[in-house]
């Protein structure tokens, strides 16, 4: 019962925000239309579903991490304790990552520009949100362990290896 709950919030809240922003604005942005601007798309198509699967996969991984933990990624129900599993041992944003490389994927899929300019939009501003709200919360909630993770571990590139926290243990 300790993690059902958490799971539950962080179902609904993975339908709500990174179902409005990485399908529902997409599919308004090009109604799932399969444009063919360049020859030889058919690769880039590929390619485009291969991202989204890549995109999809540090996504749904990292709302299990915050259930596991007994919260969820929503700022109503955080966790108690620095999620530093998963993906978030190698990138601290791998939710934004991976739906920016989701929607870059969709991008090629459908052959629409438009979808590259809303990526980058998103991009910005979720790195804004990070910068202004997310990183400063956090430092106040767990103080030194959010500091010595932040300088350890790239906002939007991942390190090549997992992060291994002194005195870190995982919570679960």
Same mark, same amino acid.
């Given at each position: 019962m300790r993690r059902f709950k958490p799971a539950i919030g962080s179902a609904v809240f993975f339908v709500v925000a990174p179902g409005t922003f990485a399908v529902l604005l997409p599919w308004l942005i090009t109604g799932w239309r399969l444009d063919t601007p360049l020859?030889?798309?058919? @690769?880039?198509?590929?390619?485009?579903?291969?991202?989204?699967?890549?995109? @999809?996969?540090? /996504?749904?991984?990292?709302f299990v991490q915050f259930a596991r933990a007994g919260g969820t990624p929503a700022p109503v129900a955080p966790t108690?304790? /620095?999620?530093?599993?998963?993906? #978030?041992?190698? /990138?601290? #944003?791998?939710?934004? @990552?991976?739906?920016?490389?989701?929607? /870059?994927?969709q991008a090629l899929l459908f052959g629409q520009l438009g979808l590259v300019l809303y990526a980058a939009a998103f991009w910005a501003v979720t790195a804004a949100f990070v910068h202004w709200y997310e990183e400063p919360t956090l430092r106040r909630q767990f103080g030194a362990e959010y500091e010595a993770y932040r300088r350890q571990v790239p906002a939007w590139w991942p390190r090549r290896t997992p992060v291994v926290l002194p005195g870190w243990t995982d919570p679960r």
């Amino acid at each position: 019962m300790r993690r059902f709950k958490p799971a539950i919030g962080s179902a609904v809240f993975f339908v709500v925000a990174p179902g409005t922003f990485a399908v529902l604005l997409p599919w308004l942005i090009t109604g799932w239309r399969l444009d063919t601007p360049l020859p030889g798309w058919i @690769a880039a198509r590929v390619i485009g579903v291969l991202l989204i699967l890549v995109g @999809a996969i540090p /996504l749904v991984h990292a709302f299990v991490q915050f259930a596991r933990a007994g919260g969820t990624p929503a700022p109503v129900a955080p966790t108690r304790h /620095l999620v530093v599993s998963g993906f #978030n041992r190698y /990138l601290r #944003n791998p939710m934004y @990552a991976g739906i920016t490389v989701a929607l /870059l994927g969709q991008a090629l899929l459908f052959g629409q520009l438009g979808l590259v300019l809303y990526a980058a939009a998103f991009w910005a501003v979720t790195a804004a949100f990070v910068h202004w709200y997310e990183e400063p919360t956090l430092r106040r909630q767990f103080g030194a362990e959010y500091e010595a993770y932040r300088r350890q571990v790239p906002a939007w590139w991942p390190r090549r290896t997992p992060v291994v926290l002194p005195g870190w243990t995982d919570p679960r």
